[in-house]
């Protein structure tokens, strides 16, 4: 089994102590880098939108959500990647983009330096709030762009 992070640890430490447990918890193996992965979901207009917070020794820490899986067309391509350019400009913590598959993602991303910060879930979870709000103001628009 592969080795969390000292940042992972703290992170799950955290949820433990705040009783948290909507996060199944996965430490990718053979990754150079010691991925570990926190899977959940965030709920948005009645639709629960798949979320990883992804820990590793780099000085970023990610949170990525998946706003609506393979969903890119040659119809809805132009406009979405409209939208997204407007909100990622708007925006400064967030990144929309599709992926490989065509998934359109949210992707953010956190300077977490100090791998020894107590701080980092209180981090996290404050920059949740943010992305909810984010997502209950902006998703009908992003899915009125898709379909």
């Not at 969390?4 to 880098?33: C, G, H, N, R, W």
């Not at 939208?83 to 998934?103: I, M």
Request: glycine share 2%; with cysteine.
């Amino acid at each position: 089994m592969a080795e969390m992070t000292k940042k992972a640890q703290i992170f799950q430490d955290f949820l433990k102590e705040k009783k948290i447990e909507a996060f199944e918890v996965e430490t990718l193996p053979d990754d150079p880098e010691q991925t570990t992965a926190f899977r959940s979901h965030v709920e948005v207009d009645g639709q629960r939108l798949p979320m990883l917070v992804l820990l590793d020794h780099s000085v970023f820490s990610m949170i990525r959500v998946q706003i609506s899986p393979r969903c890119r067309t040659a119809e809805n391509e132009k406009a979405v990647l409209e939208l997204a350019n407007e909100q990622n400009f708007k925006y400064k913590p967030f990144k929309l983009y599709f992926d490989k598959e065509g998934s359109l993602i949210l992707d953010i991303c956190l300077l977490t330096p100090d791998e020894d910060s107590k701080e980092l879930g209180n981090m996290l979870y404050a920059m949740f709030d943010v992305m909810i709000g984010y997502l209950n103001e902006n998703y009908r628009a992003l899915m009125k762009a898709i379909w």
